[in-house]
C-alpha cells in the first residue's frame, strides 16, 4: 500500500497469488470498501489504512462550504471505523488522524493546509508501524533457538503490515540469523490467508516452508519437532487474552498440550486496554458464502447452514509471550502487559 499522487495504491490481496492487482482509492469510503471487503487487511495494515482514509477526506473538502467541514470529516471516520470490527489498529490509525484535524481546524487552516497535515500524519503512523515490525522482529527472534521449526497461522506478514510483518517478521529476521530452519504456515479456512499469503511471503523470500491444512496442525506438532508457534493478533485485551484468526485458539490448546511456546507478536497498537478481557472483543462474523463456498463453487448441499466467526480469543493462560515494540510482556498478564506497554520503545 503506498501513497500516489493524491490516492492510495492498494495491492489487492485478494487475487494472490495468481496475479498482482493494484487498486486506487481515491476517497475514504473507498477506503472503506477496500478494508471491508478484504482487498487489504491485518490489522497494522488497516490501521495505516484508515489513517489514510480520513487524509483521503480532507483532500475532498475544497469545494464543500467550511462550515460542513468537521461533520464531512466525522462522517468518513464513522464509515472508516465500521468497515470492519475486531481490529482495534484501525481505530489507532483514524483517532491519530482525527484528532490532528481537530487541533487544525480549531487553528483556523485552510483545505489545503489541511489536507497537508493529515496526509503527513497519516504517513508519520505508518512509519512507526514500519519502525514497530523491525524492533518486533528482533526481540522475537531473541526467543528463538537456532534451527527452529515453526508453525503460523494466517498471515502475519508484510502484506499485513507496513513493514516486514509482525509474526512473519520474527520468522524472516530469526532466519537470517539462523534461528529458523523450517515454517509450517496453516492454510487458514476460510479465506487461506496462510496459503495464499503467508506462503506466497516466505517463498519469496526463500525461507523453507511446507504448507497444511488447518486439520493437520495436531498431527504435525505430534510427529515434527515443532519448537514453537508464532501468531499475530488483531486486538490484545488488557488482561492480556488475545484476539486473531479463526483457529488461533485451537493452536494454543494444541500447543500447551505438546510443551511447545506460543508467542503473540503485535505493536501496541493492537492493544486495547478499554477492554478488560477478550469475552468484550468484538467478533466480527463474516458472510457464511464464504465458508459454504470456494473460489465461487459450492462445496455444502444448497441451503446448508454454516457459521463464519472471523477470528477467536485465545486466553492469556495460554499464551507463552508476547512480543510488542516495547519490549516483551512474559508472562503474559495484565499487569506485565501494563509495565512494558508504560516503558520506551525497546531499541
Ligand atoms: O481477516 P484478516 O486477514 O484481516 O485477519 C488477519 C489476522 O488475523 C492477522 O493474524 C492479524 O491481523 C495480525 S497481522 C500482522
Same mark, same amino acid.
Given at each position: 500500500m503506498a501513497w500516489d499522487r493524491g490516492a492510495l495504491r492498494v495491492?489487492?490481496?485478494?487475487?494472490?497469488?495468481?496475479?498482482?492487482?493494484y487498486l486506487r482509492c481515491r476517497t475514504?469510503?473507498e477506503v472503506?470498501?477496500?478494508?471491508?471487503?478484504?482487498?487489504?487487511?491485518?490489522?497494522?495494515?488497516? !490501521?495505516?489504512?484508515? +489513517?489514510y *482514509? =480520513?487524509a483521503l477526506?480532507a483532500q475532498g &473538502?475544497? #469545494? $464543500?462550504?467550511?462550515?460542513?467541514?468537521?461533520?464531512?470529516?466525522?462522517?468518513?471516520?464513522?464509515?472508516?471505523?465500521?468497515?470492519?470490527?475486531?481490529?482495534?489498529?484501525?481505530?489507532?490509525?483514524?483517532?491519530?488522524?482525527?484528532?490532528?484535524?481537530?487541533?487544525?481546524?480549531?487553528?483556523?487552516?485552510?483545505?489545503r493546509?489541511?489536507a497537508a497535515?493529515?496526509k503527513?500524519?497519516a504517513d508519520?503512523?505508518?512509519?512507526?508501524?514500519?519502525?514497530?515490525?523491525?524492533?518486533?522482529?528482533?526481540?522475537?527472534?531473541?526467543?528463538?533457538?537456532?534451527?527452529?521449526?515453526?508453525?503460523?497461522?494466517?498471515?502475519?506478514?508484510?502484506?499485513?503490515?507496513? !513493514?516486514?510483518?509482525? +509474526?512473519? *517478521? =520474527?520468522?524472516?529476521?530469526?532466519?537470517? &540469523?539462523? #534461528? $529458523?530452519?523450517?515454517?509450517?504456515?496453516?492454510?487458514?479456512?476460510?479465506?487461506?490467508?496462510?496459503?495464499?499469503?503467508?506462503?506466497?511471503?516466505?517463498?519469496?523470500?526463500?525461507?523453507?516452508?511446507?504448507?497444511?491444512?488447518?486439520?493437520?496442525?495436531?498431527?504435525?506438532?505430534?510427529?515434527?519437532?515443532?519448537?514453537?508457534?508464532?501468531?499475530?493478533?488483531?486486538?490484545?485485551?488488557?488482561?492480556?487474552?488475545?484476539?486473531?484468526?479463526?483457529?488461533?485458539?485451537?493452536?494454543?490448546?494444541?500447543?500447551?498440550?505438546?510443551?511447545?511456546?506460543?508467542?503473540?507478536?503485535?505493536?501496541?497498537?493492537?492493544?486495547?486496554?478499554?477492554?478488560?478481557?477478550?469475552?468484550?472483543?468484538?467478533?466480527?462474523?463474516?458472510?457464511?458464502?464464504?465458508?459454504?463456498?470456494?473460489?465461487?463453487?459450492?462445496?455444502?448441499?444448497?441451503?446448508?447452514?454454516?457459521?463464519?466467526?472471523?477470528?477467536?480469543?485465545?486466553?492469556?493462560?495460554?499464551?507463552?509471550?508476547?512480543?510488542?515494540?516495547?519490549?516483551?510482556?512474559?508472562?503474559?498478564?495484565?499487569?506485565?502487559?501494563?509495565?512494558?506497554?508504560?516503558?520506551?520503545?525497546?531499541?
Open positions: 495491492l489487492d490481496q485478494r487475487e494472490l497469488p495468481s496475479r498482482e492487482v475514504a469510503p472503506a470498501r477496500a478494508i471491508r471487503d478484504m482487498a487489504l487487511r491485518g490489522a497494522p495494515l488497516i !490501521g495505516c489504512a484508515g +489513517a *482514509g =480520513v477526506a &473538502l475544497t #469545494r $464543500v462550504p467550511r462550515a460542513a467541514w468537521r461533520a464531512r470529516l466525522e462522517q468518513a471516520c464513522r464509515l472508516l471505523l465500521d468497515s470492519r470490527p475486531t481490529a482495534v489498529n484501525l481505530r489507532y490509525g483514524v483517532d491519530r488522524v482525527r484528532e490532528r484535524a481537530r487541533i487544525l481546524l480549531e487553528e483556523g487552516a485552510d483545505a493546509r489541511l497535515a493529515l503527513a500524519e508519520a503512523f505508518t512509519e512507526e508501524d514500519l519502525e514497530c515490525c523491525r524492533r518486533m522482529a528482533e526481540l522475537g527472534a531473541d526467543l528463538l533457538k537456532r534451527g527452529s521449526n515453526v508453525m503460523t497461522h494466517c498471515n502475519a506478514g508484510a502484506l499485513a503490515t507496513a !513493514g516486514l510483518g509482525t +509474526a512473519v *517478521g =520474527v520468522i524472516r529476521r530469526a532466519y537470517q &540469523l539462523g #534461528r $529458523v530452519r523450517h515454517v509450517y504456515p496453516c492454510e487458514t479456512r476460510p479465506y487461506l490467508q496462510g496459503s495464499r499469503l503467508t506462503l506466497w511471503e516466505l517463498m519469496r523470500d526463500g525461507i523453507p516452508s511446507t504448507l497444511i491444512t488447518d486439520n493437520m496442525a495436531a498431527h504435525i506438532m505430534a510427529t515434527e519437532h515443532i519448537d514453537a508457534v508464532i501468531v499475530g493478533s488483531d486486538r490484545i485485551a488488557a488482561n492480556a487474552d488475545v484476539a486473531n484468526k479463526i483457529g488461533t485458539y485451537g493452536l494454543a490448546i494444541l500447543a500447551k498440550h505438546h510443551g511447545i511456546p506460543f508467542y503473540v507478536v503485535a505493536p501496541s497498537t493492537t492493544v486495547d486496554l478499554r477492554v478488560s478481557s477478550g469475552r468484550s472483543i468484538p467478533i466480527e462474523e463474516r458472510s457464511t458464502r464464504e465458508v459454504v463456498e470456494v473460489f465461487g463453487r459450492s462445496i455444502a448441499p444448497a441451503g446448508a447452514r454454516a457459521r463464519h466467526p472471523a477470528f477467536d480469543v485465545t486466553p492469556h493462560e495460554l499464551v507463552t509471550a508476547i512480543v510488542t515494540e516495547k519490549g516483551v510482556v512474559r508472562p503474559a498478564d495484565g499487569e506485565r502487559l501494563r509495565r512494558v506497554l508504560a516503558g520506551p520503545a525497546s531499541a
